[in-house]
T-cell receptor
Framework: SQQGEEDPQALSIQEGENATMNCSYK?????LQWYRQNSGRGLVHLIL?????REKHSGRLRVTLDTSKKSSSLLITASRAADTASYFC??????????FGEGTQLTVNP | DAMVIQNPRYQVTQFGKPVTLSCSQT?????MYWYQQKSSQAPKLLFH???????NEADTPDNFQSRRPNTSFCFLDIRSPGLGDAAMYLC??????????????FGPGTRLTVL
């Protein structure tokens, strides 16, 4: 089974609203990463949060990490139509390589 | 700009006809990965190179092979494509000295269609 699982599978919002996506994982991690994938394209790295960090910001992105609950959330504030994409969390269980979750498909309606 | 390039972006092949996908990078990264991604699914790691050391995932079919003739280039060979091999194939790189769990840099992908 996947190390990371995103929730919800799909999210549709209006431009200007905030979007929140969640990721849960199973084993201890060194860090957790979020990637974005536009339709038919490769993945783009958004943000990395280390296991000893609880929150991280990058522009309109805010990521939180709760290692006790083995979960993370990605918040996109003031969403834009251009934010429409699939968002994947990725984790690397100790000594292993990155494993991606199934992703959340975000649609931002103009 | 430094980047990861994949060619072609779209590849159509016939059932059973060998096909090669290519990836090149100008980042001078030592680690290169090949992923298979089917529609609405997570990318699945097929194999990776750490420099010239090849590392195959346990569940990667024998039908998939890879070559890395130098730091810049990596190839994915599918010896006898089946209909189930139709997917997006993603190449990614990672810098030397980083751990496996650090950031990866992806190319735009090659969409493979098998007729």
């Amino acid at each position: 089974s996947q190390q990371g699982e995103e929730d919800p599978q799909a999210l549709s919002i209006q431009e200007g609203e905030n979007a929140t996506m969640n990721c849960s994982y199973k084993t201890s991690i060194n860090n957790l990463q979020w990637y974005r994938q536009n339709s038919g394209r490769g993945l783009v790295h958004l943000i990395l949060i280390r296991s000893n960090e609880r929150e991280k910001h990058s522009g309109r992105l805010r990521v939180t990490l709760d290692t006790s609950k083995k979960s993370s959330s990605l918040l996109i504030t003031a969403s834009r139509a251009a934010d429409t994409a699939s968002y994947f969390c990725a984790t690397a269980p100790s000594g292993s390589r990155l494993t991606f979750g199934e992703g959340t498909q975000l649609t931002v309606n103009p | 700009d430094a980047m990861v390039i994949q060619n072609p972006r779209y590849q159509v092949t016939q059932f059973g006809k060998p096909v090669t996908l290519s990836c090149s990078q100008t980042l001078n990264h030592n680690v290169m990965y090949w992923y298979q991604q089917k529609s609405s699914q997570a990318p699945k790691l097929l194999f990776h190179y750490y420099d010239k050391d090849f590392n195959n995932e346990a569940d990667t079919p024998d039908n998939f092979q890879s070559r890395r003739p130098n730091t810049s280039f990596c190839f994915l060979d599918i010896r006898s494509p089946g209909l189930g091999d139709a997917a997006m194939y993603l190449c990614a790189t990672q810098p030397l000295g980083r751990e496996y769990f650090d950031e990866q840099f992806f190319g735009p992908g090659t969409r493979l269609t098998v007729l």
